[in-house]
C-alpha cells in the first residue's frame, strides 16, 4: 500500500453528476478541502452516454418527423440526400467533449481538486488511487461519498449475445443501421427504437409481454404501444431470445427468437442492441474493504439521508438504484452536502423522492409524476377519482386521420378535496409541460387548484385545467 499522500474533508469517488455536485456544494458553499476521482470522462452518463447526447438525437429525429409532416401545411419538401448520421455524430461527440471541459474548468472554479483514476476504498477513511500511468496513492478523508453510477447489462446465457451492443455503445455507432432489433422494455429501449425508426431505419422491439413501460400507468402503456405500432415499429411481445449469430464476411446479425406468433430468425441486422438494465457500478469499489454493505441486487444499501451502514460512508445516483434519474441524484448530493458541511439548518436535509417529475422523450413524449392509477387505487382505495381525456392535437389539424398521432392526460385525485396524486400524459410537448404541473403537485394541488386556473388557448396543455 502507498504511503497516505494527503488528507482531505471530503472524497468523492465518481464524476458524474450527483458526485460532482455534491463535491462542489461542499467545496465552494462551505470550504470543504474536495478531493474528486473519477476514471472515465467527467460528467458521467448523462452527459457522455446519457441524457444529452440522447436529447440531441431525439431532436434529430424530432426533425425528421417535421419534415414528413411540412408537406400536409404546404411546404414542398425535397430531401436531396440521406440524414448524414455520421457528420452528425461528429457535432454531437464534440458538443459531449465540449462539456466535459466545461466540468473540468466548474470543478477548478470551486476549488474541488480532480483526479482522473481509479479509487477502492482501504478502510472506512481511506482509499487507494490507481492513476492512468499506473502509479498508486493512498488518501485519507475524513467522509466519503460513492456515487460511482450504473452500467448497462448483457445478457450472459445467450450464446452470441456479445455481438450486440448496449446504449453506451448506440452513441458509438458510426454509420446508421438500415435494420435494427432492440432489446427491453424499459424507457432507454423505447427511447432508442423511437429514434431509429423516425430517421428511416428498420426498427424492431423485443418485449417480454404485451406492453412496454410496464411501471408506468396503463393509459401510457396501452396509447404508447399501440402508437409505436402505427408508426410502423416491429413490436414482437411476449418474447424471448435464444442465439445470435453473426455473419463474418458481411457483419450482418440473425437472431432467433420466440414471440406471440411463435418461433422465428431475424436476418440480416445490421445492429442488435442490448437495453434489459442496468448494474451499480462496485466491481473493485473495495466495498467488503470498507465494511459497506450492499442490497440483493448488488446496489449500495442507504437510508433516506444517504447514509450507508458504515459511519462517514455515503452513496448516492445510480450505484443506490433508488429512482435513478440525473436530476435526482444532483438534488440528493447538494442537500448531502448542505447537510455534512453547512450550518445547523441544514442538519435533516435530504432529499424527498416523492412526487418526482420524469419524462420519456418517446415519439411522442411522456410524463408522468406520481402514483399510476392501479398504486392510487391500492393506497386510497374507492377515495381515488379519475379525470381523463384523449384527443388530437391542433398540430395534426392538417394532417389526415391515419397520420395523427395521440394525446392522452389522466388526472388521478384522492379524498373529497380531491388532492392530486398523480399526474400521466402523453403527446406532443409533454417534457416541457411537465415541469410547471410538477411544481404544483409537489406543492399539493387539487383538482380545484387546477380548475382555477384560466386555461392558454389554443395549446394542448389547457386540457389539463379544463377536466370534467
Not at 461542499?26 to 436529447?55: H, I, Q
Not at 450504473?150 to 455507432?173: C, K, M
Not at 430468425?265 to 442496468?278: M, N
Not at 451499480?280 to 469499489?285: A, N, R
Request: proline share 3%; net charge neutral; glycine share 10%.
Amino acid at each position: 500500500m502507498a504511503p497516505v499522500s494527503k488528507e482531505y474533508d471530503f472524497l468523492v469517488i465518481g464524476g458524474g453528476s450527483g458526485g460532482l455536485a455534491c463535491a462542489r456544494r461542499a467545496s465552494s458553499f462551505y470550504g470543504a478541502k474536495t478531493l474528486a476521482v473519477e476514471s472515465n470522462r467527467l460528467g458521467g452518463t448523462c452527459v457522455n452516454v446519457g441524457c444529452v447526447p440522447k436529447k440531441i438525437t431525439w431532436n434529430a429525429a424530432a426533425i425528421a418527423e417535421a419534415l414528413r409532416d411540412a408537406r400536409e401545411y404546404g411546404f414542398s419538401v425535397n430531401q436531396t440526400a440521406p440524414f448524414d448520421w455520421t457528420a452528425f455524430k461528429l457535432k454531437r461527440d464534440a458538443y459531449v467533449k465540449w462539456l466535459n471541459g466545461i466540468y473540468e474548468r466548474n470543478l477548478n472554479n470551486d476549488k474541488v481538486e480532480y483526479v482522473h483514476g481509479r479509487a477502492q476504498l482501504l478502510n472506512k477513511n481511506e482509499a487507494e488511487i490507481t492513476l492512468d500511468d499506473g502509479k498508486k496513492e493512498t488518501v485519507r478523508a475524513k467522509k466519503i461519498l460513492l456515487a460511482t453510477g450504473g452500467r448497462p447489462a448483457i445478457p450472459t446465457h445467450i450464446p452470441g449475445a456479445e455481438y450486440g451492443i448496449d446504449s453506451d455503445g448506440f452513441f458509438d455507432l458510426e454509420k446508421q443501421p438500415k435494420k435494427v432489433a432492440l432489446v427491453g422494455a424499459g424507457y432507454i429501449a423505447v427511447e432508442l427504437a423511437g429514434m431509429f425508426n423516425a430517421l428511416g431505419s428498420e426498427t424492431h422491439l423485443f418485449i417480454r409481454y404485451d406492453t412496454f413501460l410496464r411501471t408506468f400507468d396503463p393509459m401510457i402503456q396501452e396509447i404508447a404501444v399501440k402508437e409505436y405500432e402505427r408508426q410502423g415499429i416491429h413490436i414482437h411481445k411476449q418474447s424471448s431470445q435464444s442465439r445470435v449469430e453473426k455473419d463474418e464476411a458481411t457483419g450482418k446479425l440473425k437472431l432467433h427468437y420466440k414471440d406471440s406468433r411463435g418461433s422465428g430468425v431475424l436476418e440480416d441486422l445490421d445492429t442488435l442492441l442490448w437495453a434489459i438494465g442496468r448494474t451499480p457500478q462496485v466491481d473493485d469499489l473495495g466495498l467488503d474493504n470498507a465494511g459497506v454493505k450492499t442490497t440483493e441486487k448488488g446496489h449500495i444499501a442507504v437510508d433516506g439521508f444517504q447514509n450507508t451502514n458504515v459511519e462517514d460512508i455515503f452513496a448516492l445516483g445510480d450505484v443506490c438504484g433508488k429512482v435513478e434519474l440525473t436530476p435526482v441524484a444532483i438534488a440528493a448530493g447538494r442537500r448531502l452536502g448542505d447537510r455534512l458541511f453547512g450550518p445547523e439548518k441544514f442538519r435533516t436535509a435530504k432529499l424527498d423522492y416523492e412526487n418526482i417529475p420524469s419524462v420519456v422523450f418517446a415519439h411522442p413524449e411522456i410524463g408522468t409524476i406520481g402514483l399510476t392509477e392501479p398504486q392510487a387505487r391500492e393506497r386510497y382505495g374507492d377515495k381515488v377519482k379519475i379525470y381523463k381525456t384523449s384527443f388530437t392535437a391542433m398540430y395534426y389539424a392538417m394532417m389526415e386521420s391515419g397520420e395523427r398521432g395521440p394525446t392522452s392526460y389522466k388526472l388521478i385525485c384522492v379524498g373529497e378535496e380531491e388532492r392530486i396524486v398523480g399526474l400521466h400524459i402523453l403527446g406532443l410537448g409533454s417534457g416541457e409541460m411537465l415541469q410547471g404541473f410538477g411544481v404544483a403537485i409537489k406543492m399539493g394541488a387539487t383538482k380545484a387548484d387546477f380548475d382555477s386556473c384560466v386555461a392558454i388557448h389554443p395549446t394542448s396543455a389547457e386540457e389539463l385545467v379544463t377536466l370534467k
